[in-house]
């Protein structure tokens, strides 16, 4: 098995936000020459493949989740020229390109649902859910938007709601209807033809909703300080049992194509329902994405619940993975603080699975606090105050101390952080044991380690908060632990015992603190927030 691997198991996914990594002509947003200019350092850093979040026409209401053209290039990020030279420079490099598709929605301007729109009987009315008021005039059921309020807007030109599980302006697509299937998947077919090697399915656990529109139930969890869309649960407009079709239709288009082809899942599910993700005989995504390690509780024993629960019901033959941060949540060191955000490097990089790193975790950024007056993010527009906005993790890459800290040489869509000091690409070039440093020696470490890419897991212990797991490979095995606390720990020695025969000793490979490479140690001694890789003998 391990040695047949495909590229999507055993290499590292790296997310570039397009608007936030490199601007090239000094418009204050990034662009896809940005991103060419700065594949040697993606190559460098070791990755191997990138995610693109969308890069289509779309009059950015949802920053390009609002999809106008689905087989274009928005004229901010460059052309089809510049898509063509990018995915050339980087398969030249060895690196694979992951696009963006939103297939749950379309922009409002999209010409489809200018046309649907336009009347009750208009060719492709039906491509989007519309329906008729309630007998008292306001929308047809109780469900919210992702975004806050109703999520049901009126048309008054042909006096029908339409649904939209985000904005008014990104009306959902009828994916019951098999035509709007049939010019999605042709969308697929576009971009794989140019080269594309794989695709991150936007919000795919939104794409059906009940037929018959009943209510959502009210959710007793709820305060008024959590997201407005949560006040109910969504069992009528998530995660409904028609979206395993439509993947395995997606994946089928991917299978057609020459070289392998990754379909990957945007769903925010229990890891029992998201199991169903990869499809009947594995033939849904190669991916579904796991975002647990960014809501479980940071110690050891939690994570290590959660990879024993996730390994276990993991379906034959499946393959997991790992996400630690995107441009929708609160950066990893904000959440966890600089020093475990070490340990959660680490820890991405030797669990058994795909990880994906977000732009910017990297060198550690943190979320930047954004003036009122600044405010992009929709969501934090239309929900204010309750710290839903996104904007914070969406900043520019901060690659030196230069004007607009060598991201644009205009001022950046969004701000900088108040110091940049520490906490560039350039500085922690040069410091021996920063964040990307540890990065690098823990990409280049799993490139070069078979038993940490593709190999077995092991749980040993999650005694004393740190966490203990082996990873072996043939003869190869590999001890990873984790001190998830501030104070240093020695691991007790039933534990200690536990440790199939190593007898407490090994060659550390790699510390979080990059001080002792080479080092032997007598017993699982770990300093506070320490991390360590051990070769077992
Ligand atoms: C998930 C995306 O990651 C998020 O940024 C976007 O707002 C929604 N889907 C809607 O497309
Ligand atoms: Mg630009």
């Known amino acids: 098995m391990p040695d047949q691997s495909k590229w999507w198991q055993s290499g590292v996914i790296y997310q570039v936000y397009p608007r936030s990594f490199q601007d090239s002509d000094g418009d204050g947003v990034g662009d896809l020459p940005g991103i060419l200019a700065r594949l040697d350092y993606l190559a460098e850093l070791g990755i191997d493949a990138i995610w693109i979040s969308p890069i289509y026409p779309s009059p950015m209401a949802d920053f390009g989740y609002d999809v106008a053209d689905y087989e274009g290039i928005h004229p901010t990020f460059g052309t089809l020229d510049d898509f063509d030279r990018l995915v050339a420079a980087a398969h030249a490099r060895g690196i694979r390109i992951?696009?963006?598709?939103?297939?749950?929605?379309?922009?409002?301007?999209?010409?489809?649902?200018?046309?649907?729109?336009?009347?009750?009987?208009?060719?492709?009315?039906?491509?989007?859910?519309?329906?008729?008021?309630?007998?008292d005039g306001g929308p047809p059921n109780n469900w919210i938007s992702e975004f806050g309020g109703s999520a049901w807007s009126w048309d008054e030109t042909t006096g029908q709601y339409y649904y939209h599980a985000y904005l008014p302006?990104?009306?959902?697509?009828?994916?019951?209807?098999?035509?709007?299937?049939?010019?999605?998947?042709?969308?697929?077919?576009?971009?794989?033809?140019?080269?594309?090697?794989?695709f991150r399915v936007d919000a795919i656990h939104h794409l059906f909703e009940d037929e018959n529109l009943r209510d959502n139930p009210p959710n007793p969890e709820w305060v008024p300080t959590m997201s407005p869309a949560r006040s109910l649960i969504r069992t009528r407009t998530m995660d409904q049992p028609e979206v395993h079709d439509a993947i395995m239709a997606m994946r089928r288009v991917a299978d057609s194509f020459p070289g392998d082809r990754v379909m990957i899942g945007e769903a925010y599910l229990p890891i029992t329902r998201l199991m169903a993700y990869y499809g009947v005989d594995l033939g849904g995504f190669q991916l579904p994405f796991n975002f647990h390690l960014m809501s479980t509780a940071w110690n050891a024993q939690a994570v290590s619940t959660l990879v024993e629960t996730y390994e276990a019901a993991l379906p034959a033959g499946g393959w997991p993975n790992w996400v630690l941060g995107n441009h929708d949540r609160s950066r990893v060191a904000s959440?966890?603080?600089?020093?475990?955000?070490?340990?959660?490097?680490?820890?991405?990089?030797?669990?058994?699975?795909?990880?994906?790193?977000?732009?910017?975790?990297?060198?550690?950024?943190?979320?930047?606090?954004?003036p009122p007056e600044r405010v992009c993010d929709p969501w934090e527009k239309r929900v204010p105050g309750l710290g839903l906005g996104r904007d914070p993790v969406r900043t520019p890459m901060q690659w030196d101390e230069g004007e607009h800290a060598g991201f644009s040489n205009a001022e950046p869509w969004l701000p900088l952080p108040p110091s940049l000091e520490g906490m560039t690409v350039s500085s922690q070039l040069q410091?021996?044991?920063?964040?990307?440093?540890?990065?690098?020696?823990?990409?280049?470490?799993?490139?070069?380690?078979p038993a940490l890419s593709v190999g077995g897991y092991r749980a040993i212990s999650a005694e004393e908060n740190v966490l203990a797991f082996e990873r072996f490979h043939q003869e190869r095995r590999l001890l990873i632990a984790l001190n998830f606390d501030d104070h240093a720990k020695t691991l007790p020695q039933a534990d200690a015992k536990t440790l199939?025969?190593?007898?407490?000793?090994?060659?550390?490979?790699?510390?979080?603190?990059?001080?002792?490479?080479?080092?032997?140690?007598?017993?699982?001694?770990?300093?506070?927030?320490?991390?360590?890789?051990?070769?077992?003998?």
């Not at 302006?169 to 971009?191: G, S």
């Not at 080479?518 to 017993?523: D, E, H, K």
């Open 335 to 370: 959440r966890l603080g600089p020093a475990q955000a070490r340990i959660a490097a680490m820890l991405l990089l030797t669990l058994r699975g795909t990880p994906t790193l977000y732009q910017g975790d990297e060198i550690g950024m943190t979320d930047v606090p954004i």
């Open 500 to 537: 199939p025969r190593a007898d407490g000793v090994g060659r550390i490979m790699l510390s979080s603190y990059l001080d002792e490479k080479a080092s032997a140690r007598r017993s699982m001694e770990l300093r506070p927030s320490e991390g360590v890789i051990i070769e077992l003998e």
């Open 431 to 449: 410091q021996p044991a920063s964040m990307l440093q540890l990065y690098g020696n823990l990409l280049r470490l799993r490139r070069a380690e």
């Open 98 to 135: 992951i696009l963006d598709f939103v297939p749950n929605h379309s922009s409002d301007r999209h010409p489809w649902f200018i046309e649907s729109k336009s009347g009750r009987d208009a060719a492709r009315r039906d491509w989007y859910v519309w329906r008729d008021a309630a007998p």
């Open 169 to 198: 302006e990104q009306p959902d697509l009828n994916w019951r209807n098999p035509e709007v299937a049939a010019a999605l998947l042709e969308a697929l077919r576009f971009w794989f033809a140019r080269g594309v090697d794989g």
